[in-house]
């Protein structure tokens, strides 16, 4: 049963920092990973897919990247703005038939 | 594309009472997915289905909570005889194909009271 884990739960930065968050799943058999955001009472926006022939993704500041065999998927932000606000949430699909599993996700906070 | 969309946006029900949310894939999906996230809990999967099957309903409660996809119209998730712990987000996803980017909607919040 895939399980996933993301540190940190919570992150508090000011505006520019660059920062990661980390992503890390038991079953590396996976298709795919995906990162959403979702702001607080809204819905998931994807932002970054990861083929599980990929080792990243990049959308402008957003940068993914995948070690399938280590279980581990890192998203990188650059230059952090307040609108970055949100929680990230990372989920790999599995094996046909399955779908998306989530983290908890990592609340961040970025000051201005 | 309207993207995915889910209706009603927020459903008050009575315990015992049925829930009914509704799903429209975006245009081109045949895959569906329905999540239910708790106050301070992650998304849990509940039911994966396909035009008119049911693919993995692993994650979905064995009573009282039903899914269905049919040829035509939204998906449909059923909850009957509601009770106060089913009140959560209920959010829908899409796919056109699997394995490809799913699409979320902006969830259905159901209170039971």
């Known amino acids: 049963k895939q399980e996933v884990t993301q540190i940190p739960a919570a992150l508090s930065v000011p505006e520019g920092e660059n920062l990661v968050l980390n992503c890390s799943f038991t079953d590396s058999a996976i298709y795919n990973l995906q990162w959403f955001r979702q702001d607080p009472g809204k819905g998931l926006t994807s932002l970054l897919l990861?083929?599980?022939?990929?080792r990243e993704q990049t959308s402008g500041r957003l940068n993914a990247s995948l070690d399938k065999s280590s279980g581990r998927s890192t998203l990188y932000i650059a230059a952090s703005q307040p609108g970055d606000s949100a929680t990230y949430l990372c989920a790999p699909e599995g094996r046909a038939g399955t779908a998306l599993i989530f983290g908890k996700g990592t609340t961040l906070s970025v000051s201005s | 594309n309207a993207g995915v969309m889910q209706n009603p946006r927020h459903l008050v029900r009575r315990r015992g009472q049925e829930a009914r949310l509704r799903c429209s894939p975006m245009?081109?999906?045949?895959?569906v997915y329905w999540y239910r996230q708790l106050p301070e809990e992650g998304l849990k999967f509940m039911v994966y289905?396909?035009?008119?099957?049911?693919?993995?309903e692993s994650g979905m409660p064995k009573e009282r909570f039903s899914a269905e996809f049919p040829k035509e119209g939204p998906s449909i998730l059923r909850i009957q005889q509601v009770v106060r712990g089913d009140s959560a987000a209920y959010f829908c996803?899409?796919?056109?194909?699997?394995?490809?980017?799913?699409?979320f909607g902006q969830g259905t919040r159901l209170t039971v009271v």
């Open positions: 289905l396909q035009k008119e099957n049911i693919i993995d």
């Open positions: 245009k081109g999906h045949s895959h």
């Open positions: 990861i083929q599980s022939s990929q």
């Open positions: 996803a899409s796919s056109e194909e699997k394995n490809t980017e799913a699409f």
